[in-house]
């Protein structure tokens, strides 16, 4: 490509460094405040265009009324944010911090249904800015002359911020807040007000930041997922809490990925290099890269984010008699299900279904809840299990056993090389590593389409005759009951033990002669080849597999599940899955709404049962004892 090219693809990125920068630095702030990793910040981005498409078609498109559109947007979800934090963040403020995270998540399932309702499924482009509809000629390309007015806004807002937070007094107190909110408490400094009043700026970065882009790209019921793992690599790679910091990541990512596309298909010694497709994972390979060498963040500070559960965990107890009675019968229910086809022709299907995300689920236990090690990518092991397992049974020809046995071994390797990196790190740097890998293995799939279908995925893969019918279930339901007796056993050998000590407190299992790297790293192992075995066993269920069952929102999934099941609880995985699954395909028949209903059913287990249901019942059984 000419050098012209490549100037203009690098104004373009200056561009979008701009828009990027709006959405993180809001999220830097809330963050930096209340520690909180508000998965909902994606949704304010999506309502502030939404709300601002809709002032433009009420106002005119003028110029007053344009401007006065998107400036009101931005205010409007302030205010949302605002009653947000007042009506339900400032309650959870003192639980675990991934309830705090599931609560955001239920957010962003009530704000995207919201958006469905008043503006429907499809995409609204707005108008184009008055009077800066033109482009400018770039020797031989054009610009847009909108794009440069986001060039200018970027650099003009940053320096607003750091006047802001250096020059007045209530910067004085976001900084304290950042550093040390006990000792600004002490000093007599009401918090709740102080926490509610960066929310809010925050939201209307956010929405400031959503309504910009009226202009360059359409409303769609998709943007909050997309723009929210942009936001978290450039909060992460600038530093938590670095305004500055988020403002050189975004400018960084947002040139890698202009550079890629600048350079366009390339020819590198007989091979063919095509980096535009290095667009999809160019970010994550490099917050992977910082993380690893600098987890802090560019220009961040280490912070300490330690595992908080809120109160101590309990003890874990072998399950007594009257568990292992209700867990038999459980298990006979469920095996009599496919006996019922003609009462109910559906339940064996959902059983299925439940079956695996059982096993999913549990995998990811043994990082978060033995291990209390956070992972926003588990859908990466699940779905290079699927995969694998697909490939294999589709080319090779090793038949149905062999692929579920070789798709929890490849899940299992690339859990064990992830793993050597991420066990170096704790708290949301390890969350945000594995959503980075996790990324880089969905574009990889999604864009090898000779080996993986590409978007389309793989498919007509069946269970053998011997497994076909009923037999399958039945086979399923054994590898479940013997996945989750095997943890059970596994949290109380040396080992979980160990890797629960690790959890509990790093330094003192350390100083007693644990290698803490070295157990953690085993749970990222064992984590991964029970994911792929539950990726395994989801292709031969749906007969193949495609680039969804990788995707951030699997990995949410997987989240939910133990979370609401109860991360201190060896049944809270169970639990979990079940519930999850259940409800979620009983929403999905009553409403289109369901994502809503289901985010506020997900909200008042977070507010009544922080500890989740499983979690719950263990200390009301406990309760009932003493």
């Avoid at 104004?11 to 990027?20: K, P, V, W």
């Avoid at 990082?367 to 092991?381: Q, T, V």
């Avoid at 289901?598 to 019942?617: K, N, Q, S």
Wanted: charged share 10%; net charge neutral; proline share 4%.
């Amino acid at each position: 490509m000419q050098i012209t090219g490549f100037i203009v693809q690098f104004l373009n990125g200056l561009a979008e460094a701009s828009s990027l920068f709006l959405v993180a630095a809001g999220l830097s702030l809330i963050f930096g405040v209340s520690r909180i990793v508000n998965f909902a910040h994606g949704s304010l981005y999506m309502l502030g265009l939404y709300v601002a498409y809709s002032l433009v078609q009420q106002w005119g498109q003028g110029a007053m009324g344009f401007w006065a559109a998107l400036l009101c947007a931005a205010l409007a979800v302030a205010v949302l944010g605002a009653v947000v934090e007042i009506l339900l963040l400032r309650r959870i403020y003192s639980a675990p911090e991934m309830f705090q995270l599931l609560a955001t998540f239920a957010l962003v399932l009530v704000f995207n249904d919201m958006a469905l309702w008043l503006w429907g499924p499809d995409d609204l482009l707005g108008p184009l800015a008055p009077g800066l509809d033109g482009a400018v000629q770039v020797f031989d390309r054009y610009l847009p002359v909108y794009d440069l007015l986001l060039i200018g806004l970027g650099p003009l807002i940053l320096l607003v911020l750091w006047l802001l937070l250096t020059r007045s007094r209530l910067g004085m107190l976001v900084r304290a807040a950042t550093q040390d909110r006990q000792m600004l408490g002490a000093l007599g400094v009401n918090q709740a007000w102080l926490f509610t009043a960066v929310f809010a700026f925050g939201a209307f970065l956010a929405g400031l930041g959503g309504a910009l882009q009226i202009p360059r790209q359409p409303a769609s019921l998709g943007l909050d997922l997309s723009i929210i793992g942009d936001a978290f690599v450039v909060v992460v790679v600038g530093g938590m809490g670095s305004i500055p910091g988020a403002y050189l990541a975004a400018l960084i990512i947002a040139e890698l990925k202009a550079l890629c596309i600048a350079l366009g298909v390339v020819e590198i010694g007989g091979l063919t290099v095509a980096f535009p497709r290095l667009t999809l994972a160019v970010e994550f390979i490099f917050m992977a890269l910082v993380l690893v060498f600098r987890p802090w963040g560019l220009c961040g500070k280490p912070l300490s984010l330690s595992r908080h559960m809120g109160a101590p965990d309990q003890p874990l107890r072998p399950a007594g008699m009257r568990a292992g009675v209700l867990a038999a019968l459980a298990a006979l229910a469920v095996a009599a299900l496919p006996m019922l086809v003609d009462y109910l022709p559906y339940a064996a299907v959902l059983a299925q279904d439940v079956l695996v995300a059982v096993v999913f689920a549990v995998s990811l236990h043994v990082m978060m809840g033995l291990g209390g090690m956070p992972s926003f990518g588990h859908a990466a092991y699940f779905g290079l299990g699927a995969y694998a397992a697909a490939m294999l049974f589709t080319m090779s020809g090793i038949g149905m056993l062999g692929a579920i046995v070789a798709g929890p071994l490849v899940a299992g390797a690339a859990a064990m090389m992830f793993g050597w990196l991420g066990a170096r790190l704790t708290g949301v740097y390890l969350a945000m590593l594995t959503l980075a890998f996790a990324q880089i293995i969905w574009s990889i799939v999604f864009q090898w389409d000779d080996v993986t279908g590409g978007s389309n995925g793989i498919f007509g893969v069946w269970p053998d005759d011997w497994l076909s019918g009923n037999a399958f279930y039945y086979f399923t339901l054994v590898i479940a009951i013997v996945v989750v007796l095997g943890v059970r056993r596994l949290a109380f050998s040396p080992f979980g033990m160990a890797l629960r000590a690790t959890r509990d407190s790093a330094l003192r299992a350390d100083a007693i002669g644990l290698n803490v790297r070295h157990i953690q790293w085993m749970a990222f192992i064992v984590a991964g080849l029970l994911a792929g075995l539950a990726g395994a066993l989801y292709a031969f269920a749906k007969g193949g597999t495609s680039p969804e069952v990788m995707t951030v929102g699997k990995s949410v999934d997987a989240l939910v599940m133990v979370l609401l099941g109860g991360i201190q609880a060896l049944a809270g995985p169970v639990v979990g899955a079940v519930g999850f699954t259940v409800l979620q395909d009983l929403f999905v028949g009553i409403t289109e709404y369901w994502r809503a209903l289901f985010g506020v059913v997900i909200l008042l287990i977070v507010l009544v049962f922080p500890r989740g249901i499983a979690g719950y019942a263990g200390v009301w059984q406990r309760r009932r004892r003493a």
